[in-house]
């Protein structure tokens, strides 16, 4: 979820799923995606986007988005509703063949990620709280995301046996990525907020990272483990933080003007890195060397969902547009030797609902 989640170009709502979830195909029935290069008539790769090249979509229909690299760039895994009524968890090779489900089927699941060896995944999962896919928010309650209290963390086996539950506590705990040593970075509301929290690999020493009121999350590593990038937004306790508070308790959470921060892996030395740009600044990564960072913003159209992928300098100087498309961008991830791109779109969709998951070379 965004928590990392994805945002329809029509609605600019992050998919919640549906009423009911069906029983689960066998995983050698389910759609299996190819990769596509490029075909000269139509226009995947933009003229203004001169740091991609050799653009491949690697999936086809459907929703589908946060593909993250494995450590030694070789696979990726993601999250895909388009042999379920909402998602789970697949993983692939970067060429998008292999494609093979990893998790149940049962309930929803979101932000998966590779440990360092590559024998092991962590994902969220809404399944201890029931095998349907949790409702979604009623309409009447606006532009909303829901934040399952029904999400936990769980470890799995690259080929999706020993499933082992990492995080206990009652409330959101989801957003999970890891550390070249293993430590786990989360986000979780067991304490009253959003807000980033640090474990070790089997769940222990779980630390609190983040303490500004407001909410904190999508954290992810620097490629030497000493530094955490994240989204949020700090607001003074008054009539934002009150409405806040109060959706948070229906477990929503009305996304708007967020920023880019980074701290150390403590939490020290937070600084905020995207300032007076406006709109919704999110899903930020590191570029491997640590110096820059690619997100995601509707800074041109805070209103609207025409997202870009953008570069910055961790400073907050050198801001450069990436992508140029006229509908959603999101979700950037670099290879860890920085020679790829992988990130989701709308674009070139089959319909305007469709996110698909489309991996380039990145030129520097």
Known sequence: MLTRARVSVVTLVIAAGFAACAQPPDASTAPV???????????????????????????????????????????????????????????????????????????????????????????????????????????????????????????????????????????????????????????STRDGDMEIYSMNGDGSDVKRLTHAPGPDGGPFFSADGKQIVFRGKHMSKGEDWNRYNVLLKQGLWKPAQLDVFVMNRDGSNMHQVTKDLGGSNWAPFFAPDGKKIIFASNMKNPRGGNFDLYLINVDGTGLEQITYSDTFDGFPMFSPDGKKLIFASNRH??????????????KW
């Open 33 to 187: 995606p190819s990769a596509t290069a490029v075909p000269a008539a139509l226009p995947i790769l933009l003229p203004k986007e001169t740091r991609l090249s050799n653009v491949k979509q690697l999936t086809l229909e459907g929703e589908n988005a946060e593909a993250y690299f494995s450590f030694d760039g070789a696979k990726l895994t993601f999250q895909s509703n388009v042999a379920h009524k909402c998602d789970q968890i697949y993983t692939m090779n970067i060429d998008g063949n292999e494609r093979k489900l990893l998790s149940s089927g049962d309930g929803r699941t979101t932000c998966s990620f590779y440990t360092p060896d590559g024998k092991s995944i962590v994902y969220a999962s809404t399944h201890l709280g029931g095998k349907e896919c949790p409702p979604v928010p009623d309409p009447s309650a606006g532009y909303v995301w829901p934040i399952y209290d029904t999400y936990d963390i769980f470890k799995v086996n690259a080929d999706g046996t020993n499933l082992t539950q990492l995080t206990k506590t009652r409330g959101y705990d989801a957003e999970a990525t890891i550390a070249p040593d293993g430590r786990i970075v989360f986000t």
């Open 349 to 362: 969709s089959k319909k305007p609902t469709d996110t698909n998951l489309f991996i380039a070379d990145f």
